[in-house]
């Protein structure tokens, strides 16, 4: 058997893991905005040698969600209301355009966007912060699978974990939230095979949560 071919397949994999792994526990925060990170301790943490961790903390500082001093440390970026402030109409842009490919929808991609509205509802009533935000991710992808626009997903995978982050550190303590019935709306224009209506009411739909996030947020 050709070992080398194996830790070709494997290799990239080993770094892909360690990469979701990082990304994952920035967003959701379990790595706190301004956290130094040390690629000896992140690599014994994953069982890992060094160069898949630094591989990955290049790749998240390219992304903007770590940052680097020169002989002196690295650290999570701290969490800032500008750099959401810049994503949150990239993000409404690029959903919008998702809406517009999508059309005309099948009948049983409708149900699953009311299935998961359903889910949204229930979440917030519930005051669950990671299934809400869990609700709100299905919905969506729902509509950007229907798209079948690869760009488009490269593109949200760039910019969405500036903006996850302040949803999982302020989402729970907003008042107003309309995510809900916007949501409806949506579906409605859908249904009524509305291209032009679906895609203004979905970026709506995250210009109005960028809105809510940053209103109430301050810079670290």
Do not use: C
Request: proline residues 4%; aromatic residues 4%.
């Amino acid at each position: 058997m050709d070992t080398n071919l194996i830790k070709q397949i494997e290799r990239p994999t080993l770094r892909e893991q360690v990469y979701q792994g990082l990304k994952k526990a920035i967003i959701m925060l379990e790595l706190k905005p301004g956290q130094r990170v040390n690629d000896n301790e992140l690599a014994a943490l994953f069982g890992v040698s060094r160069t898949p961790v630094r591989e990955a903390l290049k790749r998240l500082e390219d992304e903007g969600l770590i940052e680097s001093v020169p002989g002196s440390h690295t650290r999570v970026t701290p969490l800032l209301e500008k750099e959401a402030k810049h994503a949150f109409p990239v993000v409404a842009a690029l959903h919008g355009l998702a809406a517009r490919l999508a059309m005309p929808f099948e009948s049983e991609v409708i149900r699953s966007l009311e299935q998961w509205n359903e889910k949204l509802q229930v979440a917030l009533e519930q005051q669950d912060v990671i299934k809400a935000i869990e609700a709100d991710d299905g919905f969506h992808d729902v509509i950007l699978e229907a798209a079948g626009n690869r760009e488009i997903y490269l593109a949200l995978e760039r910019v969405v974990p500036k903006i996850r982050r302040l949803e999982f550190a302020r989402f729970g303590s907003l008042e107003g939230v309309e995510s809900v019935e916007q949501h409806r709306r949506i579906i409605e224009a859908i249904r009524d095979n509305n291209s032009q209506l679906a895609s203004s009411l979905m970026e709506e739909n995250w210009i109005n949560l960028g809105k809510l996030l940053t209103d109430h947020s301050k810079d670290d």
